[in-house]
């Protein structure tokens, strides 16, 4: 068993969001990466355009709550609730409350 501390990880991101690589796993023809994104108050990831993946992506947010563009449609998405977005969907998330929220994922490709 490996037991991590996030804060001992490199981390990446800009103004608007931190992200730690937890776990990344390649095998045979799939890969598997497990983080954690913190995007703070009033910001859009990604700053501009939208993200776009060639992995299935599994979030599950666990502070705060996000506005979501996906396909031209809107939804809110909350602590305790989990998102699917497949493989090459476009979106955006847009923290438009007052505190950081915080989300794990699992991208799976």
């Known amino acids: ?10 981390q990446e991101g800009n103004e608007s969001y931190s992200m730690y690589t937890i776990f990344k796993e390649k095998q045979q023809n799939s890969t598997v990466k497990v983080g954690h994104v913190t995007i703070y108050p009033g910001e859009t990831v990604p700053l501009t355009g939208v ?9 599950v947010i666990v502070k705060g709550s996000l506005l979501t563009e996906i396909d031209g449609k809107q939804y809110r998405v909350s602590a305790g609730q989990a998102t699917y977005i497949p493989k090459g ?6 923290n ?10 699992v991208m799976v490709g």
Do not use: Q, R, T, W
């Open 96 to 105: 438009d409350g007052n505190e950081n929220c915080e989300l794990v994922f």
């Open 1 to 10: 068993m490996d037991i991590l501390n996030i804060e001992d990880l490199a």
């Open 51 to 59: 993200s776009k993946h060639e992995e299935n992506e599994y979030s």
């Open 89 to 94: 969907e476009e979106h955006i998330a847009v």
